[in-house]
């Protein structure tokens, strides 16, 4: 019996191999920026007095708590998250003779802060406030290193809070030194003028990209990891519309070069809509790359609680919205509701978009679709009606990590066939291990062992135009 199971190749479609250093990269380049108005662009190049550095609109508490939360579970290299996630497939009792095919998504949370209120229009060359004044030199080194430990022992303290109660107090949480020097070893990179991982800008053909230290290491660690495997990692580019260059660092990494497709996260304060993602869509359209864009009302949100987004329409008008998070649950109920891309996949130009709706609405929505399907505003039945309508639109079931999670979608494809050719597997490898202890990832693998060969393989194949 175990032979019929294990004849076919099973395609991970979202998983991630980022770590607590990148994360804690960003959270210094963005505190570090702030303190001098750069953040998100190039200010009035003064340092703000205390008073003034108060008053930013957006809380660093959640970030802190974030990379906390990564400290927990991705402290390893990606190369080394790769391994573990392919050693637990080969332990799982799919017993694979192939490895496991992984889409790695890359993560851009520079803007997390970001409430939209700087915003410079983007310049054709790309540089419009790209660059930071204010480069670490041995002047101000000092200052830096001050603000960046000030923020390790914030992050400590959040971590080892999180840590008790993860624990249930049954194991006394001790200050971690291997944690400890993951993110002593960011700022001593980071305090060096001269170092790579401290560029603000990358010079490519057409122009200037902005670039974060975080940002461009992972980058970086995910290209070297595809040269490596290339039979089995297909990474994607994080993609954030304020980005200044965003476009050409596609140009360069995706359409010329290995990354395979595009990843959205739009509740970091964004909406497909962007008028910059316009360009984006059209490189997608023109190469066939497929976009992956979170769909689940959980997960990290931005810090602010009013953001002004910009928005174009179909006939060309750009609005500034202002959204007023406290009205919604969260921030991710509102940027990623899958009803926000009817303005691009109405559009005839972007209406065959290759699209993966991440997560499939979000476990809770999957499992209401299965017990009491009509339910109006469910995300998934919104998901579908979209893979009804449009020949391109995919969903992923990663971050399902509840056993149940095959009999819901075996109730759901019974009454919407095409499920069964839409929906691929994904397990959200990472930040996955946030619900589980060591061994946690084998049974997650266990329980898509009666998944169709299409959703763990064929769909997939067919949105990443694989062979
Ligand atoms: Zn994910």
């Not at 192939?98 to 949370?109: G, K, N, Y």
């Not at 000092?142 to 960046?148: N, Y």
Request: hydrophobic fraction near 35%; include cysteine.
């Amino acid at each position: 019996m175990e032979d019929l199971i294990m004849s076919h190749t099973v395609i991970d479609v979202h998983c991630h191999f980022f770590n607590a250093k990148y994360a804690f990269a960003e959270l210094l380049e963005i505190a570090w920026r702030s303190s001098y108005d750069e953040y998100p662009y190039k200010g009035n190049e003064r340092q703000l007095t205390a008073s003034e550095q108060g008053s930013t609109s957006y809380d660093l508490k959640g970030l802190v708590n974030y990379v906390a939360s990564l400290l927990g579970v991705a402290v390893k290299s990606p190369e080394k998250n790769y391994d573990d996630e392919q050693s637990a497939y080969s332990a799982s009792e799919w017993h694979p003779s192939t490895p496991l095919m992984t889409v790695p998504l890359m993560m851009d949370i520079f803007f997390v802060g970001d409430d939209g209120s700087k915003s410079v229009a983007p310049a054709a060359n790309g540089s419009t406030g790209a660059q930071r004044s204010m480069s670490i030199t041995p002047e101000v080194s000092s200052s830096f290193e001050a603000l960046a430990h000030r923020l390790k022992e914030e992050v400590l303290l959040a971590y080892q809070g999180a840590l008790r109660s993860r624990e249930r107090g049954v194991t006394p949480v001790k200050r971690s030194r291997t944690v400890e020097r993951e993110l002593d070893l960011v700022i001593k990179t980071m305090s060096k003028a001269s170092s790579l991982q401290t560029r603000d800008v990358m010079d490519l053909k057409g122009g200037q990209v902005q670039m974060t230290p975080g940002f461009y290491q992972h980058m970086k660690d995910l290209r070297a990891l595809q040269k490596k495997r290339a039979e089995s990692v297909f990474p994607f580019l994080a993609v954030d519309p304020r980005r200044t260059g965003i476009e050409m660092l596609v140009q360069e990494q995706v359409i010329a070069g290995p990354f395979k497709g595009i990843k959205l996260y739009p509740p970091l304060g964004y909406l497909p809509t962007h008028p910059a993602l316009y360009p984006i869509y059209k490189l997608c359209m023109q190469h066939d790359v497929p976009v992956t864009v979170h769909t689940s009302p959980y997960g990290f949100n931005t810090l602010c609680k009013r953001v002004q987004v910009l928005s174009k329409k179909r006939d060309g008008s750009t609005e500034t919205i202002t959204v007023e998070l406290s009205q919604y649950p969260s921030a991710a109920a509102y940027f990623a509701n899958p009803n926000n891309w009817l303005e691009i996949l109405e559009n005839e130009k972007f209406n065959k978009l290759r699209l993966n709706f991440a997560h499939f609405g979000g476990d809770a929505d999957i499992r209401h679709s299965a017990e009491s399907p009509g339910t109006p505003g469910n995300w998934t039945e919104q998901i579908i009606q979209l893979m009804n309508r449009f020949e391109n639109v995919y969903a992923d079931c990663a971050f399902c990590p509840d056993s149940d999670t095959m009999n819901w979608i075996k109730e759901i494809a019974a009454r919407e066939p095409i499920v069964k050719q839409r929906l691929m597997f994904g397990t959200d490898f990472i930040m996955v291990m946030l619900k589980y202890e060591q061994d946690g990832l084998q049974t997650y693998f266990n329980n898509y062992l009666q998944a169709e060969s299409a959703m763990v393989e064929g769909n997939a194949r067919h949105f990443l135009k694989m062979a």
